[in-house]
């Protein structure tokens, strides 16, 4: 039995430094993977000190693999400290 039901609205959120054009790689990253996200589905917040971005996106995750195929090239991205 499958944990999840695809399709599904499935939130990620990325951390990293808001410097060399972090929030342009991680956007093309999804759009790789999930296609273009609107507006709506995306959203950003900085660190009181603006030393840090947090980036939720929400996608429609068809599947296991391309879950685990968007986490591991984002882990693998220069500025990115977390994925959750």
Known sequence: MALLEYPTD???K???RPEGGFRLRIDA???RH???L???RVSETASGKGNYVS???TIVATGNEQV???VEELAATE???MVI
């Open 10 to 12: 499935y939130p990620i």
């Open 68 to 70: 685990i195929a968007l």
């Open 79 to 81: 500025g990115v400290l």
């Open 29 to 31: 990253i999804f759009e």
């Open 34 to 36: 999930a296609g273009p």
């Open 14 to 16: 990325v951390v990293g």
């Open 55 to 57: 980036i939720t996106y």
């Open 38 to 40: 609107p507006p709506g």
